[in-house]
């Protein structure tokens, strides 16, 4: 738990360095979770397919060029939940000069929540702490095409495991270094009103 609370205060102290455009960002997403127990012994790793909900504000840095979006975030499997924080860095200038594929980062910590019944489906899990790693294409200036791969752990009633889950999700969020862009051409339609150039 103290452990929670440093992370929660290191959050803070990197938001407030974080000065000038800020602005919130939302994300869906869901993914396949390949989950493996290492105190059971099962014949077949059961699967899950959590969707996810996370709305939070995102920070823009010029140095580093980063982004960082600070987000909470819900997460179900119908039965089970999870909610919790998580912090994102976005890498500002991606692929090339202000290209539109960036690599991100991202860690998530949460509090699951199993319905107190007995024997919950196999696939409906709720997932915890997670470390994932991914590329965002962003479309614009605000909408971004999100693919990751993240190492989860789980829980399913009193079980406890972890899982690697592919994901793919979206997110309207801001994009942190847009690419450069033609000025519109202007059109005179009086040929005396046009600018000399010499």
């Given at each position: 738990?103290?452990?929670?609370y440093r992370?929660?205060?290191?959050?803070?102290?990197?938001?407030?360095?974080a000065?000038?455009?800020?602005?919130?960002?939302?994300g869906?997403?869901s993914?396949v979770?390949?989950v493996?127990?290492?105190?059971?012994?099962?014949?077949?790793?059961?699967?899950?397919?959590?969707v996810?909900?996370?709305?939070?504000r995102?920070?823009?840095l010029?140095?580093?060029?980063?982004?960082?979006w600070?987000?909470?975030?819900?997460?179900?499997?119908?039965?089970?939940?999870?909610?919790g924080?998580?912090?994102?860095?976005?890498?500002?200038n991606?692929?090339?000069?202000?290209?539109s594929?960036?690599?991100?980062?991202?860690?998530?910590?949460?509090?699951?929540?199993v319905?107190?019944?007995v024997?919950?489906?196999?696939?409906e899990?709720?997932s915890?702490?997670f470390?994932t790693?991914?590329?965002?294409?962003?479309l614009?200036?605000?909408?971004?095409i999100?693919?990751?791969?993240?190492?989860?752990?789980?829980?399913q009633?009193?079980?406890?495991?972890?899982?690697?889950q592919?994901?793919?999700?979206?997110?309207?969020?801001?994009?942190p270094?847009?690419p450069?862009?033609?000025?519109?051409?202007?059109?005179?339609?009086?040929?005396?009103?046009?600018?000399?150039?010499?």
């Amino acid at each position: 738990m103290v452990g929670f609370y440093r992370f929660v205060l290191f959050l803070v102290f990197t938001a407030s360095l974080a000065r000038g455009q800020d602005r919130w960002g939302v994300g869906i997403g869901s993914g396949v979770q390949n989950v493996r127990q290492p105190f059971r012994n099962e014949p077949k790793a059961p699967m899950a397919a959590p969707v996810s909900v996370s709305l939070g504000r995102v920070f823009m840095l010029e140095k580093p060029s980063i982004a960082l979006w600070f987000y909470g975030r819900a997460e179900g499997t119908n039965q089970n939940q999870a909610f919790g924080v998580g912090y994102r860095v976005y890498s500002a200038n991606g692929f090339g000069e202000r290209g539109s594929l960036k690599p991100f980062i991202d860690l998530f910590l949460s509090t699951p929540y199993v319905k107190d019944r007995v024997g919950p489906p196999e696939r409906e899990r709720s997932s915890g702490t997670f470390l994932t790693t991914g590329l965002a294409y962003f479309l614009g200036d605000n909408h971004s095409i999100e693919l990751s791969m993240g190492l989860y752990t789980t829980r399913q009633f009193q079980d406890r495991g972890f899982a690697v889950q592919p994901s793919i999700g979206y997110a309207f969020i801001p994009n942190p270094n847009p690419p450069l862009r033609s000025p519109k051409a202007r059109r005179y339609r009086n040929p005396a009103r046009c600018p000399k150039l010499f």
